[in-house]
Nanobody, 119 residues
């Protein structure tokens, strides 16, 4: 059971990247999903998420530029990043979680993929 993130790399300011995160050993159907990032010297922060009820949320700094999506049939989530800025640089992590009831949670993290935005 794991999440495998990919798609990071070097992009110029104003450019685009699309991150993917594939699930193995489980399906994403009943999971809330999200992308987080950690910039050098900073704490991990939420970037975008799709809640269990289908509501989509974005961090203020990425609204209008990033878009999260999922393809349950492919067991994959995506983060389309447009209009990249230098401050978007960091390691991006994907996450999937759901309640198992009784206070228990299934919570999975990808290994992280590095995004570097630089001219």
């Amino acid at each position: 059971v794991q999440l495998q993130a990919s798609g990071g790399g070097l992009a110029q300011p104003g450019g685009s990247l699309r991150l993917s995160c594939a699930a193995s050993g489980f399906t994403l159907d009943d999971y809330a999903i999200g992308w987080f990032r950690q910039a050098p010297g900073k704490e991990r922060e939420g970037v975008a998420g799709i809640m269990s009820g289908g509501t989509t949320k974005y961090g203020d700094s990425v609204k209008g530029r990033f878009s999260i999506s999922r393809d349950n049939a492919k067991r994959t989530m995506y983060l389309q990043m447009n209009g990249l800025k230098v401050e978007d640089t960091g390691v991006y992590y994907c996450n999937a979680d759901r309640s198992l009831g009784g206070g228990e949670w299934a919570d999975y993290w990808g290994q992280g993929t590095l995004v570097t935005v630089s001219s």
